[in-house]
């Protein structure tokens, strides 16, 4: 069964003014991303703005992702929503529609215990025939996934890896070495956190980075692969500041204005978030210089 590997963008949903899917757009984003040598991209993730979108409008994110991909890379899905019920709705739409794995983060706004949790999994899987990766985003949902109940969940058949934005490296070596790393991948959802995963053990990460410098965020893997540690420390070192700059405007707001100074308008991001101030606009620039991608479409 296929399994999470590589570095797989997050990608933005590029929406306008009035809050409608700006199709074109997401194109490019996708071209943009393939073209620096991704090994996936992920439609609907929290980058993606899932949480705000209407079912229609995901319908339509996930069709444009698989029919422009045109296999050119691996598609993953979110279906991330905070009842079991919406989540299987989703899973289904999702493979329908033709992706090759699905991403369910943990339910937001409730707070289910470690049982619930299992059985909300549970569930999921049995109701599809993709490849399931668990998600934990403690920091967002306020619900972890301990590394029992992940050893747990990863004997299930579809149930093929997790993506940790915990950003706490003793949880995600749990999950590393108490999973079989053969059938269980790993990735990391930090992405200052990319070559400490892959040196531990893991499968590369789901990065919101990706949008923007993708072929830094790669450089990583494709170093590591290729047994050049100290080059995968360069490019890890290089992409740091970006991930740092997501703290000059409220999430997830600073990738569509990293991608507006690249030079491909992703739109605005939903109310109640707004554009981020000239003076962090200027800070973010500087970052975008200083890996290369500034003004890189013009």
Do not use: W
């Amino acid at each position: 069964m296929f399994k999470p590997f590589g570095i797989i963008p997050a990608l933005v949903t590029p929406l306008d003014e009035n809050g409608r899917l700006m199709e074109d757009a997401l194109r490019k984003v996708i071209d943009y991303t393939i073209a620096g040598g991704v090994h996936g991209v992920f439609v609907l993730g929290s980058t993606g703005e899932i949480y705000g979108l209407d079912f229609e409008q995901k319908r339509r994110a996930i069709e444009i992702t698989v029919e422009h991909t045109a296999g050119r890379a691996p598609v993953y899905a979110g279906a991330s929503e905070i009842t079991t019920r919406d989540c299987i709705r989703l899973a289904k739409l999702a493979e329908d529609i033709g992706v090759q794995a699905l991403s369910v983060l943990t339910p937001y706004f409730i707070s289910p215990s470690k049982n619930e949790l299992k059985e909300h999994y549970r569930n999921i899987a049995a109701a599809t025939k993709l490849p399931v990766i668990l998600y934990g985003n403690n920091d967002r949902t306020n619900v972890n996934l301990p590394p029992d109940l992940v050893e747990e969940l990863s004997r299930i058949d579809n149930i093929v890896g997790i993506k940790d934005s915990s950003g706490d490296m003793t949880q995600m070596g749990e999950y590393i070495r108490r999973a079989n790393p053969d059938e269980f991948h790993v990735i990391a959802g930090r992405d200052t956190m990319i070559l400490a995963n892959l040196a531990y053990g893991g499968h590369g990460a789901i990065a919101a980075t990706a949008n923007v410098a993708p072929a830094v965020v790669t450089a990583i893997y494709d170093s590591f692969q290729a047994g050049n540690l100290e080059k995968a420390r360069e490019y890890q070192y290089k992409l740091a500041p970006l991930r740092i700059a997501f703290g000059l405007g409220s999430f997830p707001v600073v990738m569509k204005e990293a991608l507006r100074l690249v030079g491909i308008d992703a739109g605005v991001t939903l109310s109640p978030v707004g554009p981020i101030s000239d003076e962090n606009r200027a800070k973010l620039a500087e970052v975008l210089k200083g890996l290369g991608v500034y003004q890189l479409f013009k």
